[in-house]
Nanobody, 126 residues
């Protein structure tokens, strides 16, 4: 049974930072492209960032480029998202996802995840 468990969300003021974590179990971590997606109230879910199976390639959505950094630790089966210079428009539920088929270099928006976490809420106040 595949499980993706996110943690690290919370409430911060504009300009603050948060680090999200996602621990995976029940799958071969290195065989999956991993990504972060988010969904704000009243909006569709959108891709935020992805990282290749090897960790050597990353992709970011334009609104977060230069502020967010994705990484993965294969020894811990854990995915991370370091979020700096947070803005109110970053407020959303953030989801971890594992992709069985696909390539991060094709762009995070192109990915069709096989597995999803339950989400962790990020709220940024002005």
């Amino acid at each position: 049974q595949v499980q993706l468990v996110e943690s690290g969300g919370g409430s911060v003021q504009s300009g603050g930072s948060l680090r999200l974590s996602c621990t995976a179990s029940g799958l071969t971590f290195d065989d999956h492209v991993m990504g972060w997606f988010r969904q704000a109230p009243g909006k569709e879910r959108e891709g935020v960032s992805c990282i290749s199976r090897s960790g050597g390639d990353t992709n970011y959505a334009v609104p977060v480029k230069g502020r967010f950094t994705i990484s993965r630790d294969p020894a811990k089966n854990t995915l991370y998202l370091q979020m700096n210079s947070l803005k109110p428009e970053d407020t959303a539920m953030y989801y971890c996802a594992a992709v069985t088929r696909g390539w991060c270099m094709a762009g995070v928006q192109s990915l069709r995840p096989s597995y999803w976490g339950q989400g962790t809420q990020v709220t940024v106040s002005s």
